[in-house]
Nanobody, 123 residues
């Protein structure tokens, strides 16, 4: 089970940090990812991090502004979002992929999903 939190309303240029805590069997997770979905758009990849180790990747649209990190003892992954833009407005979801060796940016490859947290960037 994944529990996401940290969304909210922020002005353009502002920052937010999202958190996602895994419970149940977090040791079986291979990759944790963040995705987002804006109204009328498909869910899109934002960032991912390997649960064991430090391999990570970002969508081009967030590189240099967002940082994904994790705290394994707390079974938590974070998404630090800086220099937020109105186009970052979306519901943000964390997700877990259990497949060993797969580093995917495809939403359908992920096995478990958090409930989503709304991020609104507006003046």
């Amino acid at each position: 089970q994944l529990q996401a939190s940290g969304g909210g309303l922020v002005h353009p240029g502002g920052s937010l940090t999202l958190s996602c805590t895994a419970s149940g069997r977090p040791f079986s997770i291979y990759v944790m990812g963040w995705f987002r979905q804006a109204p009328g758009k498909e869910r899109e990849f934002v960032a991912r991090i390997r649960w064991s180790g430090s391999m990570l990747d970002y969508a081009d649209s967030v590189k240099g502004r967002f940082t994904i990190s994790k705290d394994n003892p707390k079974n938590t992954v974070y998404l630090q979002m800086n220099s937020l833009k109105p186009e970052d407005t979306a519901v943000y979801y964390c997700a877990a992929d259990l497949t060993y060796g797969r580093l995917s940016s495809v939403a359908s490859d992920y096995d478990y999903w958090g409930q989503g947290t709304q991020v609104t960037v507006s003046s």
